[in-house]
């Protein structure tokens, strides 16, 4: 059975008041999205809060979940949007987590030769400042570029599972990726040495 399908099973039993099913969800599901939530809060406190806050939300949604969207693409939306409500009621900003680039997602890099060896000085050394260059990058995108290439890089959601978190079309996805990346690589170019049409 598919994960989908065991989750819209938790989703039917704890609509019929089933707490323990409901509380199996939370399970599932409490630290990929706090993981989120931490790519954009910085205090652990807060974020502890949010996803508190966040499930409580599901809970009373939960008679309007019909299934037409994976469990965690609708709890991923909620998440972001108490998030953003959060920050935007202390005027503050979502910010991007130092550990953006991971080591895998580095290598991803075109140009990158020196990180598929990271164990060299040269590497470790690149890779811390890359690491840098694409937090500084990523800070500086405005708010929804910065959601859509956190969960397509870092949470590895598709294009469509992004569609239904970020609720708009596909193709608007697929062009805030494409832009955020861009902007990225526009800061990456003077580090990697790369020519003006290679892409990561």
């Known amino acids: 059975m598919s994960e989908r399908k065991v989750d819209q099973q938790l989703v039917t039993r704890a609509q019929q008041g089933d707490k323990k099913a409901f509380g199996l969800l939370v399970a599932k599901y409490q630290r990929r999205l706090a993981r989120l939530l931490s790519r954009l809060i910085r205090d652990p406190v807060e974020v502890e809060d949010l996803t508190q806050e966040t499930f409580i939300k599901a809970y009373r949604s939960l008679p309007n979940f019909r299934g037409e969207s994976a469990f965690y693409t609708w709890l ?3 998440g972001i ?20 680039v991971t080591a895998e997602v580095a290598k991803n890099i075109e140009g990158a030769v020196l990180l598929r060896n990271a164990a060299t000085p040269e590497g470790e050394l690149m890779s811390k400042e890359i690491a840098l260059a694409v937090s500084r ?41 494409f832009r955020a990346r861009e902007a990225i690589a526009a800061e990456l170019k003077p580090l990697l040495n790369t020519d003006e049409k290679q892409r990561w």
């Open 81 to 100: 949007n108490t998030a953003k409500n959060h920050l935007a009621s202390s005027g503050r900003r979502a910010r991007v987590s130092a550990l953006f």
């Open 137 to 177: 990058a990523t800070a500086a995108l405005p708010e929804d570029l910065r959601f859509a290439v956190v969960l397509r890089e870092i949470e590895g959601l598709s294009y469509e599972e992004i569609a239904e978190v970020m609720n708009c079309p596909i193709g608007t996805v697929r062009s805030k990726i």
């Open 76 to 78: 991923y939306r909620i």
